[in-house]
Nanobody, 116 residues
Framework: QVQLVESGGGLVQPGGSLRLSCAAS????????MAWYRQAPGKQREVVAT???????NYVESVKGRFTISRDNANNMMYLQMNSLKPEDTAVYYC??????????WGQGTQVTVSS
């Protein structure tokens, strides 16, 4: 099992920045890929960015050039640096991992609100 805890969400003005963190614990060695998802009110959950062992990060088109996903394996952390935030980035952001065995694990989510 893998346990995930997100932090770093909050209220920010358009054009501002936030950094989300995801702390992983448990069966860390089983993690193959990590990702950030988000779900806005009334919308389906969507993948924002993924980072897979041995591959370059991938981003949904709407955040390319603004968001950066990174992983600190030594400290079992994953981050999402979000710059130039827009109101349409408002959502609950979730940390997700996929293990080598194919199971998925989720954090509880952290709210990001972009508003003036």
């Amino acid at each position: 099992q893998v346990q995930l805890v997100e932090s770093g969400g909050g209220l920010v003005q358009p054009g501002g920045s936030l950094r989300l963190s995801c702390a992983a614990s448990g069966s860390i060695s089983s993690i193959y890929a990590m990702a950030w998802y988000r779900q806005a009110p009334g919308k389906q959950r969507e993948v924002v960015a993924t980072i897979t062992t041995g591959s370059s990060p991938n981003y949904v088109e709407s955040v390319k050039g603004r968001f950066t996903i990174s992983r600190d394996n030594a400290n079992n952390m994953m981050y999402l640096q979000m710059n130039s935030l827009k109101p349409e980035d408002t959502a609950v952001y979730y940390c997700n991992v996929r293990t080598y065995s194919g199971s998925y694990h989720w954090g509880q989510g952290t709210q990001v609100t972009v508003s003036s």
